[in-house]
Each structure stands twice: as structure tokens, then as C-alpha cells.
Nanobody
Framework: VQLQAYGGGSVQAGGSLRLSCKTSGVVFKFKTLNWYRQAPGKQRELIATITANGTSNLTASVKGRFIISRDNTRNTLYLQLNSLKPEDTAVYYC?????????WGKGTQVTVSS
């Protein structure tokens, strides 16, 4: 199982980014997929989940600003980040589970300056 996250970068507050996570080695369309982030000095936190049927859930701090989506034809997970704030600065990771094991992408850095 491989997950490759990309699309991070440096933006000013109020800006937008789109993260992508290309996945292989799993039957993508049946999987629940997650985005986590880890800010400096903090624990990794779950921020967005999308189920196989497309139901999404976002943590309160990003709800209304971030959008999680998936393209089953491309085996790719997305996270649209809008109205970015300095506190969104973190390494963002995609994640899924397969046969009870957690799989992680390498992480992509998002830096938001004020």
C-alpha cells in the first residue's frame, strides 16, 4: 500500500491550496480515507474523513474552510484548503487502513504566513 501526498506550499493568510494524495495497493473505492495534520510541537490530529460512499466529516477548526473529496477513477484523495490561517501551518498526511494496518503518506508541508 502506498500513499503519496503533494500540493503543499507557502501561502499568505486567506489564501488557498489543494492537497492531493495518490493511492495504490488498495481497492480505493471501498476505503475510508483520512487527512491528518501535525503542527510543530503538537500531536498529529485527524481533520477530515471521507467514507467509501462519499460521506465526509471535518473537525470543527476547519469546517467551512476545508473540503475533502475523492476521485475513485484516479485513486486520488483531495483536500481543498481555503481561507487559510497561520494556525493551519502543519505537515499534512493522508491515511487509510487496510487489513487492520494504518498506512500513511509521506506528508506535505503547508505554511501560512500572516
Amino acid at each position: 500500500v502506498q500513499l503519496q501526498a503533494y500540493g503543499g506550499g507557502s501561502v499568505q493568510a486567506g489564501g488557498s491550496l489543494r492537497l492531493s494524495c495518490k493511492t495504490s495497493g488498495v481497492v480505493f473505492k471501498f476505503k475510508t480515507l483520512n487527512w491528518y495534520r501535525q503542527a510543530p510541537g503538537k500531536q498529529r490530529e485527524l481533520i477530515a474523513t471521507i467514507t467509501a460512499n462519499g460521506t465526509s466529516n471535518l473537525t470543527a477548526s476547519v469546517k467551512g474552510r476545508f473540503i475533502i473529496s475523492r476521485d475513485n477513477t484516479r485513486n486520488t484523495l483531495y483536500l481543498q484548503l481555503n481561507s487559510l490561517k497561520p494556525e493551519d501551518t502543519a505537515v499534512y498526511y493522508c491515511n487509510t487502513q487496510n487489513w487492520g494496518n494504518d498506512y500513511w503518506g509521506k506528508g506535505t508541508q503547508v505554511t501560512v504566513s500572516s
